[in-house]
């Protein structure tokens, strides 16, 4: 299967659920389908942008997380599956009854793994971790001498050595715009994984604000957070982040998070890496396992990904490459193309569910996008069949 990010903010597009697809109109037009097994993240941000509760409803039926932003294309609320796991229940009783050495213990080795990523990033970037692996080695059961915040202060202070920098959740500058957003993707895709594995999102390790829906999500976040670290001080340093969050810079950022980790060795996608770290927390908590299975390096590399780059009337275009021209072939039962009348049908179960006619001039090999999305290819199974004795 696929993992697909969609980022709705460039047009105010219609979205409804027909025949287990996404359907992605403007206009009055059906531009395009998204099957509803291959959604990932929706994230909803263009102040227009319509859809109703039946497409809520498949949604999150079918595992997606949907991301609601504000007016500055910020996530401020997230909306995940309420059933995602056969052993919820027992697991959410599991997680209330997890004694708090055992949490310390956990924690230490989050903050461990988050100090060491930060690290790499330094040492990728600056070509020096700054002493903070040695920070992160002597972190403590618990982070009782708060490592996490003294390993933060020299971080950022280095990474953007030599500019005005200070962290600010509410995102009131460029820099701080792009890591919170690279952060409420990130958000979104482990609180998924936390559901998927039959965890309460609200049952935190660390994190206990009252306020908290997602302080589970909040905690296993930690180690992944550097991967858009890098990615942000890098469009920095090429001066690329100097007015408002474009969707160039957004597309960049989940281009990054849709990158390979090494993961006990392997290489694995975002959704992998975040999945393998529920599971592993489900096995601690059984006893069938004493470490959590968290990321070990920054992405190998970041997939490919085309982004919207031509304008007409506003609305973000993109020309079609041949893979794509083909694999909507494919869906539309291999119907070919009359060289007079171009049609692209998308077919699910034998049925046509749309028709998108081909514009008057001679650029008909131009497909319309409202909105950019970045795929992965995702084969692990989600639906872990661990069964708790």
Not at 256 to 264: F, I, P, S
Not at 294 to 308: K, S
Request: negative net charge; proline residues 4%.
């Amino acid at each position: 299967m696929q993992g697909r990010i969609l980022d709705f903010s460039q047009a105010p597009v219609k979205l409804r659920v027909r025949y287990r697809q996404l359907q992605i109109s403007l206009d009055g037009r059906d531009v395009d389908a998204v099957p509803l097994d291959d959604v990932a993240v929706v994230l909803l941000a263009h102040p227009q942008l319509s859809l109703s509760l039946a497409t809520l409803q498949g949604l999150t039926a079918a595992g997606a997380t949907i991301v609601v932003c504000d007016a500055k294309s910020l996530p401020c609320g997230l909306c995940l599956p309420l059933v995602g796991h056969h052993l919820s229940a027992r697991r959410t009783r599991l997680q209330a009854s997890v004694s708090r050495p055992l949490q310390k213990r956990l924690w230490r080795q989050i903050v461990r793994s988050k100090i060491e990523g930060q690290a790499a990033v330094l040492e990728t970037l600056r070509g020096d971790d700054g002493g903070l692996r040695a920070l992160a080695a002597a972190t403590l059961s618990g982070d009782t001498d708060n490592r996490e915040g003294v390993a933060a202060k020299k971080y950022w202070s280095q990474l953007f050595a030599g500019q005005k920098f200070k962290r600010d959740f509410d995102g009131g500058d460029p820099t701080n715009a792009a890591l919170n957003y690279g952060y409420g993707v990130l958000r979104a895709i482990v609180a998924r994984a936390v559901v998927a594995s039959g965890l309460c999102p609200a049952f935190g390790i660390f994190h206990r604000n009252k306020y908290d829906a997602f302080a589970l999500a909040d905690d296993l976040i930690e180690p992944f957070r550097p991967v858009v670290d890098v990615c942000v001080a890098r469009l920095r340093d090429e001066k690329r982040l100097t007015g408002e969050l474009s969707t160039e810079i957004k597309s960049t950022l989940i281009r990054q998070l849709t990158g390979r980790y090494r993961v006990d060795g392997f290489q694995e996608t975002i959704f992998e890496a975040a999945s393998k770290a529920t599971e592993s927390l489900v096995r601690v908590y059984v006893g069938k396992d004493k470490r959590l299975t968290l990321p070990e390096a920054l992405p190998l590399a970041a997939t490919t990904a085309e982004t919207p780059t031509l304008k007409t009337e506003n609305v973000e275009i993109r020309e079609t490459t041949a893979t794509e021209r083909a694999e909507r072939n494919d869906v539309a039962n291999k119907e070919t193309r009359a060289e007079s009348k171009i049609k692209v049908l998308e077919c699910v179960e034998n049925k046509e569910v749309g028709v998108v006619a081909p514009p008057e001039d001679e650029n008909w090999d131009l497909q319309l996008d409202g909105f950019f999305d970045v795929n992965v290819d995702w084969d692990y199974e989600s639906d872990f069949r661990l069964d708790d004795d």
